[in-house]
């Protein structure tokens, strides 16, 4: 099987060659912009023959490079699918199988490591908190723009986490102007089709695509794209309610693995046509564009250059290698793997499935039992490339993560709180996709704090549906809590608890309902379990810290609320909370240097601007404690202002 090109205006088909023209690298090309739109399926853009939206600036490139009609993602989810196209592997190799627990370890070499190895400007600009730098993915970029250090204590929804086409555009193109005169490898991420899209996907689409034109605009402007290599793609499609999901992640059908890949060389295009029909994935991505740049790939690169085809060469045959791990390690349900490979498509799974997507590219009719023998051969070849490539990775098994990075992943949908995990390894997804979808709604629901009794009818139809999730006791006391049920909140925390003692937000749920109802040794007991399991959990050590106080122990508050302001420096309520502390045991001077500390914090907090004229008075200093006062009746003119 060799990937093959159809000129425009031929019938003939050239198999085992692909004429591309003249086309071969540009001599003068010294830059290389690596593009890459979140949850972008491919068949929603008009250069891949979507009717009902137009994008133009996707479209204007693809007509001036190569269009890649077959080209898809090895994993639905944002860091392992980049860590693939940063690196080179597939996930069995580089271990990144979530969004969650896992991160690209520092042994691993990654595109931005070779080009500044070779003397480039390296920079990222990154569109969502999920590809912080603390995931691994900034390896080897000097310049990573990353605009998601706001504490979760100050983050309402999860458009904190992340920012839109036009703010990563300006970073990058105020980057780009201070460094246009030197040789540069730009990576650029576009977080917009994914959820929210407060305007709907077509419209979010559509704004990238004008970003995209404004990148444009300023390369011609600035005679760049005579030496700039231009590569767009994405992670991962979007379902959009294809096989019950509206989302991503927990199957691997064509709707969230078919992705668009664009390669605009520098100078554009010397040939005719440039679509290309083979199969190609994300795993190629690095060694065809270190091969475009004329730089040698490392020997870990699994992956294929796709250059030779701009010299009327072929390329090796290669299978595509697909996987999801979330029915797994969120639900402990089990895994999916697929290998495609031609015309067919195989899904490992309880239910194994086969596809002959040449003719059923939605993947419509499973052919397993039909074709046994196919059947049987794809699975083998599947098993062979897993016993190849997993690299002892035998094991999947998420790390340790800590309370801020868990509660900025749940904003943004990724995680499921623990509360789906059971030992259901023998059931399939496809038996599930409508508990899944059910329970991401429960979820969505308690965490807007939309709940109404139709929450707990729901939760009994997911209890019917899924009786192997251990964790639904969880979200039955969240609903209670929510309602106001504190005790039947409290008897299914305390099941919840007993059942998963391992879910760090059902345990420190738990503490907060026992402090709300004053039973103190309870609510101690469970903190310092939380504590045990996560010291790095600052809102729990407060919570402890709280209820040292109310229970007369204000030296072991003090000392909580101390560790957590050295942990957590930006975190503004320890140091209010260090503030009184320190007030009511007499210091004022140390009190006004907290209460100072969280006004830089939060300027605009006019109750933090009045317990900091508080220090000020106690201690005699009235012309700034009286600066404070109006400061903080001009931010809040409702505040009510203290007889004197």
């Known amino acids: 099987f060799l990937l093959s090109f159809v000129p425009m205006g031929c019938s003939r088909l050239f198999v085992g060659s692909i004429l591309f023209g003249l086309l071969l690298p540009s001599l003068e090309a010294r830059n290389l912009i690596l593009i890459s739109v979140d949850t972008l399926r491919a068949d929603r853009l008009s250069c891949y023959g979507y009717q009902k939206n137009r994008t133009p600036h996707f479209d204007r490139w693809a007509s001036e490079g190569f269009l890649f009609q077959q080209a898809f993602s090895e994993y639905p989810l944002t860091l392992p699918a980049h860590a693939t196209m940063l690196t080179g592997q597939f996930p069995v190799t580089h271990g990144v199988r979530e969004n969650v627990g896992f991160d690209l370890k520092s042994a691993q070499t990654t595109l931005a490591e070779v080009f500044r190895a070779n003397g480039y400007r390296t920079a990222a600009f990154i569109g ?55 040789n540069f490898f730009a990576f650029v991420h576009f977080y917009d089709p994914h959820t929210p899209r407060p305007q709907g996907y077509d419209p979010e689409v559509s704004l990238v695509d004008r970003s995209v034109g404004e990148i444009d605009d300023f390369l011609r402007q600035n005679r760049l794209l005579e030496k700039t290599e231009i590569v767009l793609t994405s992670d991962h499609g979007e379902s959009l309610g294809d096989h019950g999901e509206a989302g991503h992640g927990f199957f691997i059908y064509d709707s969230t693995l078919h992705i668009p890949l664009i390669i605009r060389p520098a100078g554009g295009r010397a040939g005719p046509d440039g679509t290309v029909k083979g199969q190609v994935s994300l795993v190629d991505l690095m060694p065809t564009v270190l091969d475009m740049m004329g730089l040698k790939s490392p020997a870990s690169v699994q992956g294929r250059s796709l250059t030779p085809l701009f010299s009327k060469r072929t390329i090796r045959d290669a299978a595509i290698y697909s996987e999801s791990f979330v029915p797994e390690l969120q639900f402990g349900w089990s895994a999916l793997r697929s290998l495609r490979l031609g015309r067919y498509k195989y899904i490992g799974a309880p239910k194994p499935e086969l596809y002959d997507v040449a003719r059923d590219p939605a993947e419509t009719k499973n052919l397993y039992a039909e074709l046994r023998s196919v059947s049987q051969e794809y699975r083998a070849k599947l098993q062979d490339f897993l016993e190849k490539y997993q690299a002892g990775n035998v094991a999947v098994k998420p790390g340790p993560v800590d309370a801020e990075t868990r509660s900025k992943l749940t904003a943004l949908g990724y995680i499921n709180t623990g509360a789906g995990r059971s030992k259901a390894r023998s059931i399939d997804p496809k038996d599930r996709i409508a508990a899944f979808e059910q329970y991401h709604e429960i979820l969505n629901r308690l965490s807007e704090r939309r709940v109404d009794p139709s929450v707990f009818e729901d939760l009994k139809k997911l209890n019917a549906a899924a009786p192997e999730l251990d964790g639904i006791s969880f979200l039955f006391a969240w609903a209670y809590e929510s309602s106001g049920n504190k005790q039947e909140a409290r008897a299914n925390y305390q099941l919840a608890v007993d059942r998963q003692p391992d879910n760090p937000m059902a345990r420190a749920r738990y503490a907060g309902l026992l402090i709300s109802l004053r039973d103190w040794g309870e609510a101690e007991k469970q903190l310092i379990e939380v504590l045990r399991r996560d010291p790095s959990d600052y809102k729990s050590r407060n919570n402890l810290a709280g209820l040292y106080q109310m229970t007369g122990r204000k030296p072991q508050a003090l000392e909580e609320v101390r560790k957590i302001t050295e942990m957590r420096p930006r975190y503004s309520a320890a140091w209010q909370n260090l503030g009184r502390l320190l007030g009511e045991s007499g210091n004022w001077k140390e009190a006004e240097a907290a209460f100072g500390h969280a006004t830089q914090l939060e300027p605009a907090n006019a109750a933090i601007r009045l317990r900091l004229a508080q220090a000020l008075r106690a201690q005699g200093k009235l012309e700034q404690a009286a600066r404070e006062e109006q400061q903080a009746y001009r931010l809040n003119p409702a505040l009510q202002r203290p007889k004197r």
Do not use: C, M
């Open 128 to 182: 969502s908190y999920v590809l912080a730098s603390e995931f691994g993915i900034s390896q080897g970029f000097e310049t990573f723009d990353e605009d998601f250090t706001t504490s979760i204590e100050n983050v309402g929804a999860s458009t904190d986490l992340q920012r839109s086409a036009p703010e990563v555009t300006r970073a990058f193109l105020a980057w780009l102007k201070r460094n246009q005169n030197n």
